[in-house]
């Protein structure tokens, strides 16, 4: 409970599975914390995106965030640090 009471509610982490790529159970990207908010948007905005390239985790953000709100990280640094794998 020490995380909450250092960050707040309300924040959500995972992965993006990408299917269709050369690897037959898909490609998985790291998402580091963000607004629990910012991810039920994205993962509804996933749903219906696609594409015929492999973006990496910033190049994905850059995408989503022509049409959508900025997301909101824990960290900023977050997306520099992971966001090109």
């Known amino acids: 409970m020490k995380w909450i009471e250092e960050h707040g509610e309300g924040w959500s982490t995972g992965r993006i599975d990408i299917m269709g790529t ?3 159970w898909g490609t998985e990207l790291s998402l580091p914390p963000i607004r629990s ?3 039920n948007r994205l993962s509804e905005w996933l749903w219906e995106f696609e594409t015929d ?5 910033k190049e994905l953000v850059v995408e989503y965030e022509k ?3 900025k997301i909101t990280w824990l960290r900023e640094r977050d997306l520099e640090k992971y966001g090109n794998e």
């Open 67 to 69: 049409t959508n709100p």
């Open 22 to 24: 050369d690897n037959p």
């Open 53 to 57: 390239t492999l973006y990496t985790l």
């Open 37 to 39: 908010e910012d991810w």
